[in-house]
């Protein structure tokens, strides 16, 4: 007598493998994923910092057209900063920079092959230099023309080292 398959004992009797994929195949699809994830952490602490600087020179302006000179070298010297955090992590992929950097630290960050960064370097020294005096010497009053030159030249860092950021990727 020939038996009556219902459709749900034909559906079942069909042979589908449902056994996990090799472990393998697995450990590499969660390796691939944790991989994709810590370079979406890298890029977005990457724009962070970046972004940290852009605020820091805005505010830095801000401060400069208001008179307040000591505190447009303090964010100036904040911008460049963040920006060598954003430098630290885009070269050694490590989420958490040191909280300050080294002169050490910083030239070989800067200096590169085909971009020399003596100058970069010195300058962020001297700019954490003269934003940790307490006081400047009253006799030598920060002047508005030379605010104006290390608001450049801060702005003019900033924004070599973003390009360097962005030619590194792009390869």
Known sequence: MARNWSITEAHCSHQVDFTP???????????????????????????????????????????????????????CDWALASMIKALYIYKYHSVHPPKELTMNEILPLVHTDTEPGLDIALFIGT??????????????PLE???IEKLLQR???????LATRMKDDSSE
């Open 127 to 140: 700019m954490q230099h003269m934003s940790s005096l307490a006081d400047y010497p009253n006799d030598q």
């Open 21 to 75: 994929r090799s472990q393998d195949h697995d450990n590499f699809i969660l390796a691939k994923s944790k991989h994709t994830l810590a370079n979406h952490m890298l890029r977005t602490t990457i724009m962070d910092y970046h972004q940290h600087a852009k605020y820091h020179l805005k505010l830095a302006a801000i401060m400069r057209n208001h008179n307040q000179f000591k505190a447009c070298l303090i964010l």
């Open 144 to 146: 508005l023309d030379n």
């Open 154 to 160: 801060t702005e003019e860092i900033l924004e070599e």
